[in-house]
């Protein structure tokens, strides 16, 4: 018996230090995220009507991605931009611990217009910076990819974000927010994420479906086929709108 005890005590002896190594790893990136300070930003009013989608483009910004489509069943197509500003005092040079270096925190805007028929400009409907988040955190991949991060389908549009750490999480994710305009707001009518842990392995996924009010769940394993599947009905109750979702990323629906 005191053989086997001092056999364990061995291996936790040369467990330990390097349980002390991964949790410094993981956790130095949290740590140096609290230790950066994000340059304030002032957000411009967009233009109320312009010609081209860089009519919207306010000095000092970029027009990063655009999507177009029919989005009031006019016959027209409509506006999606997202802008990005594109100033050097955003871009964070030094800091500690891991994450991109120069950490670029320049925000974003997510412009719709309509185009009018008759005259053939574009009238900015909405403008937004909280969907699409403001990086704060180096060790975080950008969550807005440029080319498949919005797009318009059928008479709606869809955000789409991805969440992955290069240290500090376990969790993967992406979303999907589906929109469409119904009674002068951008009504949210469908959300989806799918979830990976990457030391588990273990994935789940969450579609709502809000014309419907169906919501299915389902739980796997990057090792399996087969997944569990659980459906569900939302309550009666008026869906979420894009101005009162907040962050994309941190959006929790009402089930």
Known sequence: MSRCRA??????????????????????PIAAA?????PEVAYPSLPQQAQTAEGFVPPGWIPEAQASGDLNRDGSADLVLVLRQNNPAN???NFEGFGEKPFDT????????FR??????FSLQLQNHTLIPRRTEPAADDPFDKDIGIAVVRDGFQVRLNWWMSAGGWETFRTTHTFRHRSGHFELIGYDRETTHRGSGDTTSLSINYLTRKVKRTTGHI????????????PQRPVPTLEHIGDGLSFE???
Do not use: M
């Not at 009018?116 to 400009?121: A, F, N, T």
């Open 7 to 28: 056999r364990i005590a061995s291996c936790l002896t040369a467990i330990l230090p390097c349980l002390a190594v991964a949790a410094a790893i993981l956790l130095s």
């Open 91 to 93: 871009l964070i040079e």
């Open 116 to 121: 009018e028929r008759l005259s053939g400009r």
């Open 223 to 234: 090792s399996r086929d087969a997944d569990k599947v659980r459906w569900q009905t939302l």
């Open 253 to 255: 629906p009402e089930l």
């Open 106 to 113: 320049n925000p974003r805007i997510l412009a719709i217009a």
């Open 34 to 38: 609290q230790d950066l300070t994000i």
